[in-house]
């Protein structure tokens, strides 16, 4: 918890330094967090690369490792589908075409804003973001009430970035695969889910 108190605080600390723009022209011209990013997967992949267990486990999950992210769609979609009926002015439609970005809130926004319009782009986005900010702040109470794949599922898409970093130190360098694999196949996903659901 004290983990993701801190995390919090540079979230907050982030913001107000945009608000301000505190570090003005410097963040105009550099894309930090892209470069905070990379440094991040490198790292990480280099654990990755250097742990022998890990291509062990990959081997032994064989077509069981598809059951992953599987279970986040599928579980996604139902979860939000009762919900949908107590939101005014959103459809079940758009509802489960907003939670099919499982957090790749730059594309399913872009998408969901040309298929439908500005006001459901926006919903998705802070949706999406919501997603990934919850999945880096509550990933150790995931793991420690509800396992190791909780947070992986809670990540969606971003399983194989953004929140890969946090995943991996609260769950272990063996489930890392399983969380870029989980990550990949969503990010593959989430144009067609989304255009099929909303054509």
């Known amino acids: ?4 108190i801190i995390m919090l605080i540079f979230f907050l600390i982030g913001i107000i330094f945009g608000m301000k723009s505190l570090l003005g022209k410097f963040i105009g011209k550099v894309d930090i967090s892209l470069y905070a990013l990379y440094v991040l997967l490198f790292l990480v992949g280099i654990g990755i690369g250097g742990d022998n267990r890990i291509w062990k486990i990959v081997k032994n999950v064989n077509i069981k490792i598809f059951l992953v992210p599987l279970s986040v769609i599928i579980g996604t979609l139902l979860f939000v589908g009762p919900l949908s009926f107590f939101i005014p002015g959103i459809s079940l ?11 790749y809130y730059s594309l399913s926004s872009v998408l969901i804003t040309q298929l439908r319009n500005e006001t459901l782009g926006v919903i998705a986005l802070l949706s999406n973001i919501t997603r990934e ?20 599922a809670s990540g969606g ?3 194989m970035d953004i929140t890969l970093p946090i995943i991996t130190k609260f769950t272990g360098k063996e489930y890392a695969m399983i969380s870029v694999f989980n990550g990949i196949i969503l990010t593959l996903i989430v144009p067609f889910l989304i255009t099929l659901i909303l054509r």
């Open 93 to 103: 439609r758009d509802s489960l075409a907003i939670v099919s970005g499982f957090g």
């Open 133 to 152: 900010i919850v999945t880096l702040l509550l990933t150790p109470l995931m793991v420690k009430y509800f396992g190791k794949l909780a947070p992986i």
């Open 157 to 159: 898409a971003t399983s």
């Open 1 to 4: 918890m004290k983990k993701s």
